[in-house]
């Protein structure tokens, strides 16, 4: 564990060296890399996708300026979100634009799988499966991994409350760790996994939803 | 749900603390007992193990021209000011 972290940790040394330097290239990769999450987190506080844009301009300002004072001790790509998310509250708040908590991750209580799926109390012992899950290990792969089921995910993500979805993204899209994540996005552990579960189990639902039409009877 | 045993229902909520390694010792044993003899359970946790794998095939969008454009204005910009 501790190889790939070093390993990561002197790309990442490198890199910000050569940005310090005004490599062009190095840029480039930076912002095709992490711009378009830092997009649609802007988008999640501010009024529109312009503004959102200008959001994210400001962020790579915020970065150049503040590149030499990077030290390393969160990862770069986590140091650029936050000033991102920082830069797009204020400007959401500047806007008077205040988007209630529920909008953004969802209803609280909401449950992630059918309730009517399990028994009820007096049905035995209540809470076990009174309809099976698939078993989706029995789906061929080329039709799980098939065009259509990855447009599903897409599709899926894209109906998810804004923040469940960059949670998601950035963990299973993207690859970060949990605590990336919870740095970058300003979130308490437990409110990023209760985000990352319902998130997932939206993507989940909405799969076995296209995966059963097809598997039925 | 009688005693320490867990009931589907828990299970189904806690999957993703399972699969994050973020459940205590304790309630990691009662759910890895409870998913090797509950069937449903286990195809459960299966669904979401591929859910996670389907997500993990795709890849993130592109900054439009217009913006990457107008970024690499701003990096120049900066550069100037820096002598560089």
């Given at each position: 564990?501790?190889?790939?972290?070093?390993?990561?940790?002197?790309?990442?040394?490198?890199?910000?060296?050569?940005?310090?330097?005004?490599d062009e290239a190095?840029?480039?990769?930076?912002?095709?890399?992490?711009?378009p999450t830092m997009?649609?987190?802007?988008?999640?506080?501010?009024?529109?996708?312009?503004?959102?844009?200008?959001?994210?301009?400001?962020?790579?300002?915020?970065?150049?300026?503040?590149?030499?004072?990077?030290?390393?001790?969160?990862?770069?790509?986590?140091?650029?979100?936050?000033?991102?998310?920082?830069?797009?509250?204020?400007?959401?708040?500047?806007?008077?634009?205040?988007?209630?908590?529920?909008?953004?991750?969802?209803?609280?209580?909401?449950?992630?799988?059918?309730?009517?799926?399990?028994?009820?109390?007096?049905?035995?012992?209540?809470?076990?499966?009174?309809?099976?899950?698939?078993?989706?290990?029995?789906?061929?792969?080329?039709?799980?991994?098939?065009?259509?089921?990855?447009?599903?995910?897409?599709?899926?993500?894209?109906?998810?409350?804004?923040?469940?979805?960059?949670?998601?993204?950035?963990?299973?899209?993207?690859?970060?760790?949990?605590?990336?994540?919870?740095?970058?996005?300003?979130?308490?552990?437990?409110?990023?996994?209760v985000l990352l579960?319902?998130?997932?189990?939206?993507?989940?639902?909405?799969?076995?939803?296209?995966?059963?039409?097809?598997?039925?009877? | 749900?009688?005693?320490?045993?867990?009931?589907?229902?828990?299970?189904?909520?806690?999957?993703?603390?399972?699969?994050?390694?973020?459940?205590?010792?304790?309630?990691?044993?009662?759910?890895?007992?409870?998913?090797?003899?509950?069937?449903?359970?286990?195809?459960?946790?299966?669904?979401?193990?591929?859910?996670?794998?389907?997500?993990?095939?795709?890849?993130?969008?592109?900054?439009?021209?217009?913006?990457?454009?107008?970024?690499?204005?701003?990096?120049?910009?900066?550069?100037?000011?820096?002598?560089?």
């Open positions: 564990m501790c190889r790939v972290g070093t390993q990561a940790a002197i790309e990442e040394s490198a890199l910000v060296e050569r940005l310090r330097a005004g190095t840029f480039l990769e930076l912002i095709d890399r992490l711009g997009l649609r987190v802007a988008k999640m506080y501010v009024s529109s996708a312009a503004v959102a844009e200008e959001v994210v301009q400001d962020a790579w300002l915020g970065v150049l300026r503040g590149i030499d004072r990077f030290e390393g001790r969160a990862s770069l790509r986590t140091w650029v979100l936050r000033i991102v998310t920082n830069i797009a509250k204020t400007r959401g708040k500047r806007e008077g634009r205040s988007v209630p908590f529920a909008t953004l991750s969802g209803a609280e209580d909401e449950p992630t799988w059918d309730p009517s799926a399990f028994t009820q109390h007096g049905e035995g012992s209540g809470g076990s499966w009174a309809s099976m899950p698939v078993d989706w290990s029995g789906i061929p792969e080329d039709r799980l991994l098939a065009e259509e089921s990855m447009s599903v995910v897409q599709g899926a993500i894209a109906g998810l409350p804004p923040m469940q979805a960059a949670v998601l993204r950035l963990r299973d899209v993207m690859g970060w760790s949990s605590q990336e994540v919870r740095n970058a996005l300003e979130l308490s552990e437990t409110n990023q996994r579960h319902r998130a997932r189990a939206g993507v989940r639902r909405a799969v076995n939803d296209y995966l059963e039409t097809g598997t039925s009877g | 749900m009688i005693g320490n045993e867990m009931s589907c229902r828990e299970i189904v909520d806690l999957v993703t603390e399972y699969l994050e390694d973020a459940l205590s010792q304790r309630e990691r044993t009662r759910f890895e007992e409870h998913i090797a003899g509950c069937d449903g359970c286990d195809r459960t946790v299966e669904q979401y193990r591929l859910t996670i794998r389907l997500t993990g095939r795709l890849t993130e969008d592109q900054l439009s021209a217009p913006v990457r454009d107008a970024l690499l204005e701003a990096f120049r910009g900066w550069k100037r000011v820096r002598d560089l």
